[in-house]
């Protein structure tokens, strides 16, 4: 199941629509049919700066030299946090509901490429607030806080987004001035749906139906990892570097156990359930262990280049043995 990236500008709403967009899906999952003794089809994750404890003075950089700005240390840690949360329940039976800033483009893309490993589409939803507005909310909350911390008291909690904390004014401005729009012409925020600050519940509900359909629906596609990070099938029992060395090793030790002092014909099993042998013509003397690792060190580095062949020929085991007896029986008799 899907991640879910909720982005906007600071106090914007993105925590409102969150909790919106969470109680739709557990609807929807509690819809799905199930068997009663099983478990639910999917479960369901809502991770922020809230549920991880983050305070929202990390992202004050107002406070900060200019030349430290760039290497923030405690944004840095924040978001390595909403990273690992994340990353500890995503799979294809979890839908993960992020909320926060998301503003920076780069974190995005990580947050896509790790739902990409997971073999689960992701989906960004924009929460729109014109500025003034959005800065209207935090400037709300500070004169809230003032009266409560003039009066002795402690900060009254309210409910959603009104129980949150306001950016102090310079954090704030910062933070919108850094803010990256997303852009649905980049995979990494693609697909990207929007609702404003004016959508009712009627135009909120339609937009994460359309989400459900895209991530979770019929229209949901078939989402594969990086290439990069699967194990290239040039063998059942194994990757090819794997393989090559496995095979080699396993011919060596044939070798060392069936040879005479004398040398001669040795027969070598072609591993493909023929029952036929491979033939290693050594020389008229015993070969020793160090000669046979020198040959086989040198096939393993001219064979390397193999990697990325997949479609020619298949280079399968079988394929691997015969090649190094091929270039044992050359070595020998060159040697000899």
């Known amino acids: ?53 983050i305070s929202r ?8 030299p200019a030349h430290v700005r760039s290497a923030n240390a405690s944004e840095k840690d924040a978001r390595a946090s909403l990273y690992g949360a994340v990353k500890r329940v995503l799979s294809p039976r979890d839908i993960v ?13 990580q947050l ?10 992701s989906a960004v939803l924009q929460v729109g607030c014109a500025v003034e507005r959005a800065r209207g909310v935090n400037e709300a909350r500070l004169r809230r806080r003032e009266a409560v911390a003039a009066s002795g008291g402690e900060v009254a909690q309210g409910e959603g987004e009104d129980a949150e904390e306001p ?6 401005d910062n933070l919108v001035f850094r803010y990256e729009e997303p852009n649905p012409m980049t995979r990494w ?3 990207l749906f929007t609702l404003i600050w004016e959508d009712n519940e009627a135009r909120a509900r339609e937009v994460f139906g359309r989400i459900w359909d895209v991530l979770a629906g019929e229209a949901k596609k078939v989402v594969r990892p990086n290439q990069s990070t699967v194990q290239r099938d040039k063998d059942l029992g194994g990757d090819y570097l794997y393989v090559l060395e496995r095979e080699t090793q396993d011919i060596v030790k044939k070798i060392l156990e069936k040879q005479t002092d004398e ?4 027969g070598i099993p072609r591993g493909d359930g023929s029952g036929e042998d491979l033939v290693v013509e050594l ?33 399968a085991a079988t394929r691997l043995r015969e090649s190094f007896v091929g270039y044992l029986n050359d070595a020998f008799e060159k040697d000899g």
């Open 97 to 109: 509901v992020l909320d926060g800033l998301n503003y920076i483009k780069g974190w995005r893309y």
């Open 1 to 53: 199941m899907p991640l879910i990236i909720i982005t906007g500008l600071p106090t914007s709403g993105k925590s409102t629509r969150a909790a919106q967009l969470h109680a739709y899906l557990a609807e929807r999952i509690a819809a799905l049919p199930q068997a009663p003794t099983s478990s639910p089809p999917y479960r369901l994750h809502l991770i922020s700066d809230i549920t991880q404890g």
């Open 263 to 266: 040398g001669g014909e040795v």
């Open 189 to 191: 925020d693609s697909p």
């Open 57 to 64: 003075a990390v992202y004050d950089l107002s406070t900060l």
């Open 283 to 315: 020389p008229g003397k015993k070969v020793g262990l160090p000669q046979l690792q020198r040959y086989r060190r040198a096939f393993v580095a001219l064979s390397r280049g193999g990697i990325g062949l997949e479609a020619v020929g298949k280079l």
């Open 167 to 172: 950016y102090e004014p310079g954090n704030w």
């Open 112 to 121: 896509f490429c790790e739902a990409k490993n997971a073999s689960t589409p």
